[in-house]
Nanobody, 124 residues
């Protein structure tokens, strides 16, 4: 019921910044709207498991970050544009990964919908 498309990845030097975007389309006549979904960012580095990065609830009352990105990354969303963003500052080589956008309806534990991912590479 939700399609997600990420953009904004690329190659950046350590200390630089990137802004990822994730545009969501909610199927017409769905009982839910974009604001009914929690949006999250995950990442997967080569040879590692996918890990949680940040999330933003539909109401905006709950925003979470993994410890390694706190103070450097900021998640935001624009419900009018059905878009969630991840502003990444002070990037480090260890931030290199494929970044995925994900969505889950309010009250659901697991993320049901995933984008195709966008590559972020941070050079030292």
């Amino acid at each position: 019921q939700v399609q997600l498309v990420e953009s904004g990845g690329g190659l950046v030097q350590a200390g630089g910044s990137l802004r990822l975007s994730c545009a969501a389309s909610v199927r017409t006549f769905s009982i839910r709207t974009f604001s009914d979904y929690t949006l999250g960012w995950f990442r997967q580095a080569p040879g590692k498991e996918r890990e949680f990065v940040a999330s933003f609830s539909g109401s905006g009352s709950s925003i979470y970050y993994t410890d390694s990105v706190k103070g450097r990354f900021t998640i935001s969303r624009d419900n009018a544009k059905n878009t969630v963003y991840l502003q990444m500052n002070s990037l480090k080589p260890e931030d290199t990964a494929v970044y995925y956008c994900a969505a889950k309806p309010r009250g659901v534990l697991a993320y049901d919908y995933w984008g195709q991912g966008t590559q972020v590479t941070v050079s030292s």
